[in-house]
Nanobody, 122 residues
Framework: QVQLVESGGGLVQAGGSLRLSCAAS????????MGWFRQAPGKEREFVAA??????YYADSVKGRFTISRDNAKNTVSLQMNSLKPEDTAVYYC?????????????????WGQGTQVTVSS
């Protein structure tokens, strides 16, 4: 079974940057889409970004600030986060899809990491 492990979270000041990474072990998923979601306390998990063969997709709240990328040979996906805001504070989850296409909902993905905490101070 595929296992996803996120890393790179931490505490940063508003306006700073972080780069999150997601490493996959087990069966490769390089031919399918990958995504990032986040969840703040008391809020629903929300879509952040996704990457597929057709391109990259972003939530309006992060567009222009975040960039998703992947290295299929290494089975990794990254999220570069710039100009961070306090409202970006959340646990960030890496997600993998086991079929073609892409999506912006939790049910569009089959594999999930444990999450990594990102805290942005004002």
């Amino acid at each position: 079974q595929v296992q996803l492990v996120e890393s790179g979270g931490g505490l940063v000041q508003a306006g700073g940057s972080l780069r999150l990474s997601c490493a996959a072990s087990g069966r490769t998923f390089s031919s399918y889409a990958m995504g990032w979601f986040r969840q703040a306390p008391g809020k629903e998990r929300e879509f952040v970004a996704a990457i597929s063969w057709s391109g990259s997709y972003y939530a309006d709240s992060v567009k222009g600030r975040f960039t998703i990328s992947r290295d299929n040979a290494k089975n990794t996906v990254s999220l570069q986060m710039n100009s961070l805001k306090p409202e970006d504070t959340a646990v960030y989850y890496c997600a993998g899809r086991s079929r073609t296409g892409w999506g912006n909902q939790e049910y569009d993905y089959n594999y999930w990491g444990q999450g990594t905490q990102v805290t942005v101070s004002s």
